[in-house]
C-alpha cells in the first residue's frame, strides 16, 4: 500500500510540493518575516522549545541499553569527530511500574544517542572551527532559542534577538495578563496571542527605529506555560510513549510530537484535515485501523466515535510513521523532520547538499546533510522545496519541549491502565447490561487514575474516543446507552473497560467479549526472540542508507527484505513486532518508489561513479577517508549597547 509522503496531505503527484501548514491553529506572527523566506511572504514558523547549552547530567540508564528493533540509527553517543554509527543490539529491559522516572535519566535520551549534536557537540567552545562547518554554530544558537521559548518565556512573552550576532536585544512582557493568569490559572490564549501581535508590531518599529535592519531582527514568542499544561495532560501516556519509542528503535524525540503539534489536544483539526493530538491525516489513520464510525444507542439515534481522539489508539501510528520514514532517509533526525514535511522534500534537501559538498558524498552522513539544510543551506533549499520555515524548526521544537519537562517525574500512578475490548462477531450487548455486570466488582477492577463517581463516568473517562453525553443520576443516560457489538459502519467496534473486565464478564455469564488487548506497562514491549535475520538485515541496510547508501542496489535489497517481512507476518498474524515490520516497511518502499527518492538516485550514483574508491553497492569509503570535522562553536561576538526597554 502506497502513502502520501507528507502525514498531514492527502497524496499528490511525486514531482508536487507539499506546503505544511500550522496544525495546532495556534496563531502566528505576520509580521514576523525577518528572514529571507518571510520576505518571500512566508509566515513565521510556531514558537517553540528548549535547548541545552549544558552538558547532559546525570541519568541512570535503564538495563543493558536499547533494543534496535527496526531503525538501527540509535545508539551509544559517537565520538564528535565521527559520523553517527548504529546501535549495537542489546535486551529491552522495561520500565519497572513501582518506581518513577525522568525523561532526563532514561538510556534513549537523544542526549545520549545523538551527543553530537545536541550534547558533545556543544559542551565548549571550541578555538579555530573550520568555517565549512559554521551550520553547528548557527544550529547552537537556534538550540538556544527554541530552549527559551518553551523552557524559560512564558506566554504572556516576547522575544527580540538580532541575528548578527545571536544576542537577546530584549524581553518584554504583558504583565497585566501574566498576573491575571497567575490569579486565577486560566487564560484565552488566542487572546493573547493578539495581544502579542501587537506588542510585535511595536517591537518591530522600535528596533529598526534604533538602526537594528528589518532582516537582523528575530522575533520569538515564549509557550512555557502551554507546554506545561500539554505534560499534564500527557502525564497518563508518558510511560507507553517511552515503551512505544524504545521498540521502535527511537528515540525519545518523537514523544514530543503531541506537544509540537497541538500542545497535546486531541480534538483540534487542521485546516487541512489532520487530526488528533499528533495531526495525521484521517487517510492515513485508516491505513493504519484508526477509524471513525457511528454507534447506535438503545433508545434510537447513534454517538459518533472518532479513534483518533483516544491517545493510545493514535499514538501508535504516528510513531510508527515516524520509524518508517526514518528508514527511508536514513536516520532519526530527519526522519522526524519528514513527519512534518514530508520524505520528499528530505530528498530534496539531500540532493542540494550533495551539490554544495560533492566531495561529502564520501564521508558524510545524512544528518551533516539535514543540519546543513536547517542552517547554512536553508536558502537553497528553500527555493527547490516546500521546506520552509516551520519544517526548519520542527526538530528544534521537539528537543527543546523535551527538556523542558525532562527534570519531571512520571509517576507510575498517574498511567492510564485499561483493556481494549472488542466483542465476539454476533454478540451484542448495552453498555448498560456490561456496566451492571460490572459494578458489585468494581473495587477489584483496575480502573486507573480515571475520575467519575458512576460506572458510567468512569466509562466516558476511559473511552475519550466515544462522544458520549455527559453523566445524569446515577445509572446511564438513555441517550449513552450504547448498542454494543463487534462491527458498526463495517469498522471494528473497540472500546475500554478496567482491566479484569473480560474475565469478570465471563464469570458473570455475559459472555460476549472476543478480542482483549492489555493496556499497562508491557504493552508496546517486544521478545528479542522475535528478532531474525532478516530484522537485522533490514536494520543494516537502514544503516548503509543512512551513509549516502541511496543507489539503485539498495533499493533492489529493500524490494526483497519488503517481501520477506511480509511473508514473516502471513506467517504470525497474532505477532504484534511482525505486523509492526512489515508495515513499516511497507511504508519505507512506497517512499522509496517516489520520483524525488529517483532523483537522489541519480545524483548519488553520478557523484560515487566520479570516485572509483566508493563501493556503489554498500556506499563505503576506504578507512583513510577522514572523518567529518564536528568542532565546537567560536564564542559570539559582543553584546551590542543595551537600550531602552518598551514595557507594554
Known sequence: MSTPSDPRFRPLPD??????????????????????????????????????????GAFAALGLGVFVATGGDV???????????GA?????????????????????????????????????????????????????????????AYGVDDNFTVRVLDNRTGETLEVAQLRGDRDRFRGSGQADWDQVNRARRTLTTDLRKKWTDYGVPRSALVIRWGYADQTREARERDAPYLAYEVNLARRLGLSLLPTEIGTVETFNQDQLISSAGAQSRFQLMPDIMGMFGVEQYALPVASGGAVQVREQ??????????????????NAVGHELPGVSAYHTGPG???KLYREYLKANPGQVRGAHVSDAYMWGVTDGFEQVDEVSSFGPHSRAYVLKAYGSLRATEGDLVQPEQSFRGELVRLRPGAMARLSQVLDALAPHERRLTW?????????????????????PAPRGDGVPAAGDLRLSSSADGEPVRFFLPIGSASVLRRVGLDVVGDVQAFDETTFLIDPSEVTSVDRAYTQLVREAGDFGFTSSIQRRMDRIHDQLQALAEQNPDSRYRQTQAKVARIHRSVWRTKNFRNLVATTETLLAADPRVNLGRGEIPSATPPLRRPTMEPLP???????PLVP
Open 309 to 326: 481522539r483516544h491517545p493510545l489508539l493514535a499514538m501508535e501510528p504516528s510513531l510508527m510513521l515516524v520509524r518508517a520514514y526514518a
Open 75 to 85: 545508539g551509544a553517543a559517537a565520538p564528535t569527530s565521527a559520523p553517527p554509527q
Open 638 to 644: 559582543p553584546r551590542p549597547p543595551q537600550l531602552a
Open 448 to 468: 486507573g487514575p480515571v475520575e467519575g463517581a458512576t460506572m458510567y463516568a468512569k466509562f466516558r473517562a476511559l473511552n475519550p474516543h466515544i462522544a458520549l
Open 88 to 148: 549495537a543490539e542489546a535486551a529491552v529491559v522495561p520500565l519497572d511500574p513501582n518506581d518513577p522516572f525522568t525523561f532526563s535519566g532514561l538510556d534513549i535520551h537523544p542526549d545520549r544517542l545523538f551527543a553530537q549534536y545536541f550534547a558533545g557537540a556543544f559542551a565548549g567552545a571550541a578555538v579555530g572551527a573550520d568555517v565549512s562547518t559554521s551550520h553547528l554554530a548557527d544550529f547552537r544558537w537556534r538550540l538556544d532559542m527554541y530552549q527559551k
Open 345 to 347: 522534500n528530505i530528498f
Open 15 to 56: 514531482d508536487a510540493d507539499v506546503a505544511p501548514v500550522d496544525a495546532v491553529g495556534e496563531p502566528l506572527d505576520p509580521a514576523d518575516d525577518t528572514s529571507p523566506q518571510g520576505a518571500r511572504g512566508r509566515r513565521a514558523f510556531r514558537e517553540s522549545l528548549r535547548t541545552p547549552l549544558v552538558a547532559l
